[in-house]
């Protein structure tokens, strides 16, 4: 139990991650299965509407930022130093905080659906005004929230870890034109998650002003929703392709090898 408390290795990081992504996409296909029982039969009430909504909300974050994208970062853990010769990530402590913040933060989330009111219920794209204090008051989309502040820290940093070590920790003669086809997905994408994620904080923190300090970022009436869609939209683009670019990498890596 210690190793695993304590380590810094790449592999062990990795597989932390990779355990831990599949064990929060069991979660969130649960949230799942949940929404298409309430669906089965017209008229059901299975789930009361604010259920449902949490049930798709949680379910979208969860199974987006949670589980896919983590994967991606596991298999890049675990593989990115083999391939370029690198004893480990250029900041290896750094790499292990990244995971604890990753946890620590769908935990908080999770821990959303025991407050009272219940989770975030706006959609995972959390528009305002839903998200706001009016449509999703209480402590449960509070704590969901704080929980995606933690998750995009963690990714902002294991994206900057990842861009150095490919960039001064490889090997000798592991020159940029030798790099393996998968280490090149996982720049790419490390590189647009160090475009979205930060403007994604950014926005969240907005958003937690508003929910506790009674700001009016999103609260406002003169274009408050609008400027929410801007900050989100500037994540939520890339984020496609950073689910998306990993997975070209694993095939890109292994039909050559076995053609």
Known sequence: MKRWLYTTYHKDVGLLYFVTSLWFGFLGSILAVLMRVQLTTPMNDFLGPSAFNQAVTMHGLIMILWFLSPLAIALANYFVPLQIGARDLALPRINALGYWLYLSGGLL????FFMPGGNASGGWTTYAPLSGTQYSPGAGPTLAFAGLILLSV?????????????????????????IPMFTWFIVF?????????PTLIAGLLMLMSDRLLGTFYFASSAGGAILWDQLFWFFGHPEVYVVLLPAFGVVAEILPVFA
């Open 109 to 112: 989330a999770l821990l959303g």
């Open 154 to 178: 963690s990714i902002t940093l294991g994206s900057i870890n990842f861009l150095l070590t490919v960039a001064y920790l490889r090997g000798p003669g592991m020159t940029f034109s030798k």
């Open 189 to 197: 994408t490390m590189l647009q998650m160090l475009f979205a994620f």
